[in-house]
């Protein structure tokens, strides 16, 4: 007599939502991951963290790390490492307080010089790996020494500054408000029936505008999307879920601008993020040269042997790194409005560590914008909680360090299961 059970039937349909539930999940289990992480801070720090002064803080304390990870992911996917990021970043920003304040130039033209300034760095820098064939890591780590010590020579053991109003409203302005403050909820009068300060909402108007376009092209592009795929014949996700998840996406993106609307509106600084992250979103997934790199990192000879110039395509990604490391720099230099000889340090830690919490591989040839942006606003959300939380700087690294570590044996454990 036969033991053999039938095997349990599944319908077509709910296996199709099984599969793309465990694909949004993939997908998307790095915004989850930050959404749980920001939620348990709200609690832990009596709803701080959502405070709109707060929020606005946690983009200006992480718009150079967010920066240099857009560089970082494509050095990392390309199967290299760069350790000087921090240091170039620093010495950049050096050279651009002495520029201005020592020489008067004029902020525009310094902030240009020392971005062209930054990409040669990262060019020779390039130049070394992949022509010399010496390894990314030593010639970086020298990097980092040469700049560590160039930076100190440049400021002489100084901190240089203040900068003029133009160069600080990189990382301290906020876009204006062409259209007008909405007020939503009129102020409490007090018993003179004057407005009582801190009360009623009034919203920068101009920053809701902006995220009502964001929503609504993002919800275009998602429909134009699954109609592409539908017309082709590939099978798309259940509608309902569909639905659901954009709803969700568009609900917090909404509430996030509310946010920065009740305060100051967007920083300058964020609008910077966003055109670099859409041009690296491009770069990655529509161009040749961004096909190339996860081509190169996935198998150097094979893409040698397809026709791919390694040697130049490795040059092109440092030398973009150095260029976004000269920018972090000139942001950084303007948050603090001034340039020190401490600037940078550490840096580069927190740059690799966003990418790798990213979901990049540390074997190379994969890895994402959003998983970097998100990786870098996971650390930053993890520093300022803990800040807030007022736990040991001692303790912080600690955790961080683990976070990374746990990170990257996930991606390895996924591998082998794969």
Avoid at 19 to 47: C, P, V, W
Avoid at 215 to 237: C, I, N, Q
Wanted: positive net charge; contains cysteine.
């Amino acid at each position: 007599m036969s033991t053999e059970t039938a095997a349990p039937v599944v319908s077509p349909a709910k296996a199709s939502a099984q599969d793309a539930i465990k694909s949004n999940l993939r997908e998307y289990g790095l915004i989850i991951a930050l959404i749980a992480i920001m939620l348990f801070f709200q609690f832990t720090t009596s709803g701080i963290l959502f405070k709109p002064v707060n929020l606005t803080n946690l983009v200006l304390q992480n718009s150079y790390i967010v920066v240099m990870a857009l560089g970082m992911l494509l050095v990392i996917v390309a199967g290299h490492i760069d350790l000087s990021v921090g240091a170039v970043a620093g010495f950049v920003g050096a050279a651009a307080a002495v520029l201005m304040v020592d020489y008067g130039f004029n902020p525009f033209l310094a902030a240009a010089i020392c971005i062209a300034l930054g990409a040669v760095i990262g060019g020779a820098q390039g130049y070394f790996v992949a022509y010399m064939k010496i390894p990314s890591f030593i010639v970086t780590l020298a990097g980092m020494l040469v700049f560590k010590g160039l930076l100190l020579w440049l400021l002489g053991g100084r901190s240089l500054g203040p900068f003029p109003t133009e160069f600080q409203m990189l990382s301290a302005g906020f876009i204006p408000d062409v259209i007008g403050p909405w007020t939503i909820v009129a102020p409490t009068p007090n018993a003179a029936g004057n407005p009582t300060p801190g009360t009623g909402i009034v919203l920068h108007a101009t920053t809701m505008i902006i995220g009502i376009l964001i929503v609504a092209l993002m919800l275009w592009f998602a429909l134009k999307s699954r109609r592409d795929r539908e017309s082709h014949g590939y099978e798309a996700e259940p509608f309902g879920f569909f639905i659901a998840k954009n709803v969700v996406l568009a609900g917090i993106i909404l509430f996030l601008m509310y946010k920065f609307a009740s305060y100051k509106g967007l920083p300058n600084v964020l609008i910077v993020m966003g055109v670099l992250i859409a041009g690296f979103v491009f770069l990655t997934k529509r161009m040749t040269f961004g096909r190339r790199i996860y081509a190169m990192g996935g198998n150097i000879k094979a893409a040698a042997l397809s026709g791919i110039n390694t040697e130049r395509l490795t040059f092109y990604i440092f030398s973009i790194m150095g260029a976004l490391a000269g920018l972090a720099g000139l942001i950084y230099a303007a948050r603090l409005n001034q340039a020190t000889p401490k600037a940078g340090a550490g840096m580069e830690l927190d740059v690799i560590a966003a990418v790798f919490v990213g979901g990049a591989s540390a074997m190379g040839g994969v890895g994402e914008v959003a998983g970097a942006v998100i990786g870098a606003f996971i650390m930053g959300v993890m520093n300022n909680g803990m800040g807030i939380m007022g736990i040991n700087i001692d303790w912080q690294q600690v955790i961080k360090g683990l976070v990374l570590l746990g990170a990257v044996a996930f991606d390895l454990y996924n591998k082998k299961k794969a």
